[in-house]
């Protein structure tokens, strides 16, 4: 448990500077566009309750970063320092999971507080958010999802190289191509997202991220340290 | 003495070739060993191997009797300090201290600072900032600052002047005397640190070819100076690793049984002195890739 614990205490103090600096830029960001959106609201081309949408894209990178360096610095890192795989595995889901869900909690609350100013300034919405827990789960999923499938893609390319690493990516976009199709061009990324009622296919995402972190540990358990 | 650390029969196997072969030895605890062999020899996998950091293709790696890898006591009681550490490249100085104050269980908190300022090192630089000297710096702060039982060095002195070089073996001698550390170390500069090593394990070609206390190495190797016509019976005899002649003299390297030969040769006057660990080192690496390559 102790051990947990300072692994725990590793990953925040491994991340919290890049989270500090991520999310104070993204807040004055959001700031300046509640601003715009108040003030001069012509220059902005985005319905009133949507502000806040460059958000998720912003999110989604950082989180899409923060897994690729989990698993080509983070790793090696922690086994320099005694660490197991076993402990890495168990830190990185965990830090996976607790992240995520600050994320889009972050997130929720910018939805929200942002379309509640807009409302007191008499900027109407042209529709409300989805419901607080609805818009945070869907989040949550998402940037988990995320996080741990660039922290796939980035244990795959630290363990076996380069070219299993493309020969990945290229599975990764047929997989997405075939799904987009398979259901009808109806795809989830055409969906405004705070119309998002399709709670259904998020809990099959969430199945997909227990998935891809079996895959990660299969990848992880038997991986060599790179000698430099 | 029961070893601390035991490897047998560990292979490990980079797609065609084999990196190492075969490798069995036991490290005796509270003593220094020096893990010697020439570029390539597999040293770093094998420090790699035996800290846990690569899994071996075949063979098993024990500490204290527990296998090593994936398990937690074991892996936090060894401590790896490599010659680049290429993960610690963005991080300052004082997040490395910091993470290792988390993560590793032995970590003397007053003795890494201590170090810090003995070394002069910056707290708030990166470490891809540093010199190659500081980096190897930085390296030795983690090995000495956490109080494993065993510590694996690979190449520590890489860059570091002959100033920090001697300082790092003091600090060696101090950590060693009165405390049960045990420390590998792999280095190239033989004949500086030969003095530190109680123990010898020569790697050639992915093979520990010789694992044995320093004296018991040192005590058949021997030069032998004298008239090139007395010598010149020893040609071809295959405790000679390497002979020198100029001007009818000649300097035979040797490394065996001298016992028969010592009277006989010392009442031709021939000239017998103990052989340096160095040249002992270079001449049996010399002659073990000749013999390789006859064998080919």
Known sequence: MATYRNTMRFMWQDSYKALRVFLAVLLLVDI????????????????????????????????????????????????SLGSTRKNYIAGVLSYGVISSAGLALFQTLVAYGGTALLELWGQLSESAPASFLTLWYTQFTIYLLIFLLFTLLGAIFYRYGTMPGLIAIAGLIFILFFTANTSGGTGLTDKDISGWILLQAVHYLLGVCVLLAALLWLIIRRATVRTY | MSSILECRQVSKRFGRSHAILDATASFEPGAVHGLLGANGAGKTTLLHILAGMIYPTQGVVTFGG???????????????????????????????????????????????????????????????????????QLGIVKGLANQSSLTLFDEPTLGLDADMREAFYELIIQECSGSDRTIIISTHLIDESANLFEYIALLEEGVITKHQDTDSFLEHAYYLQGNSVDLERFSGDPRVLHADSLAGTTILAWYGDLTKERAGLEQQGVRISPLPLQKLFVYLTRKGRSNNREVM
């Open chain 2, 66 to 136: 527990q296998q090593v890898h994936e398990n937690a006591p074991a892996m936090s009681s060894i401590c790896l300090v490599k010659s680049d550490e290429r993960s610690w490249a963005d991080y300052k100085v004082k997040d490395i201290m910091k993470f290792c104050s988390l993560l590793l269980p032995g970590w003397d908190e007053r003795k890494a600072l201590s170090l810090l300022q003995r070394f002069n090192l910056p707290a708030n630089k990166r470490y891809k900032q540093l010199s190659r000297g500081m980096q190897s």
């Open chain 1, 32 to 79: 300046g566009l509640l601003v715009f959106q108040i003030k001069w609201p012509h220059l902005v081309d985005n319905p009133s309750n949507n502000f806040y949408s460059p958000n998720y894209g912003a999110i989604g990178i950082f989180t899409l970063v923060s897994g690729l360096l989990t698993a080509t610095v983070t790793f090696p890192l922690m086994l």
